[in-house]
């Protein structure tokens, strides 16, 4: 069992690709190699192949990392299953998650979404995607602030305020401040919650 993330940059006709084409890469080659684990392709579409426990941590990072450049978002379709052919690439294998990857995806314009699940168990799918679409009130209208105060966090869950507010060079009452306009708390909770249903899809 895989998870496969399929996604497509929202607005990126809007911008010079050099502005989030790094960002996307350098993130991606934390998670492994290209073009067996991942690989942008025509311009503004990327795949990522990566275990299931990690699979909605990485994809609220990739948000979160990408809304750095203002007005910029990304669309990603989350999908669950067996990689049944291995090509020489991630874009070119095939299987279950892959499938329900790029079929969750082409659903999200429709939609009007921009993040989903489909693991193969509909009340499971019924569940995640309540609670992503929840989360994505908030989280698409994440400020470069608010959107850099995630990423640090989810880059390492054990930083403390004091260390953020060092690092960013502001006071912890301001490091504070936004945690609460990024919701954070309720990022921290969903993932809490994907990480223990992750061990039974």
Do not use: C
Not at 106 to 114: D, P, R
Request: hydrophobic share 40%; no cysteine.
């Amino acid at each position: 069992m895989i998870a496969i993330i399929t996604g497509d940059i929202v607005n990126s006709g809007n911008y010079n690709s050099e502005e989030w084409i790094p960002i996307l890469k350098n993130h991606l080659a934390t998670i492994g190699g290209t073009p067996m684990d991942w690989e942008v392709y025509r311009g503004d579409e990327f795949q990522v192949k990566l275990p299931v426990e990690k699979a909605l941590k990485e994809a609220i990072h990739l948000k979160a990392l990408l809304k750095h450049v203002k007005k910029l978002d990304v669309r990603m379709g989350i999908g669950f299953g067996d990689e049944t052919y291995v090509g020489n690439g991630v874009t070119e294998s095939n299987g279950l998650a892959y499938q329900r990857s790029g079929r969750t995806l082409g659903m999200l314009k429709q939609a009007k979404t921009n993040m989903a699940v489909a693991t193969g168990n509909a009340v499971t799918d019924r569940t995640l995607n309540l609670m992503l679409k929840l989360a994505l009130d908030f989280m698409d209208d994440w400020s470069v602030v608010s959107a850099e105060i995630v990423s640090i966090v989810l880059h390492n869950r054990e930083i403390s305020q004091k260390e953020i507010a060092k690092q960013l060079g502001i006071q912890q009452s301001a490091v504070s401040q936004r945690f609460k306009r990024a919701r954070l708390d309720l990022v921290l909770d969903l993932l809490n919650y994907y990480t223990e249903i992750s061990k039974e899809i």
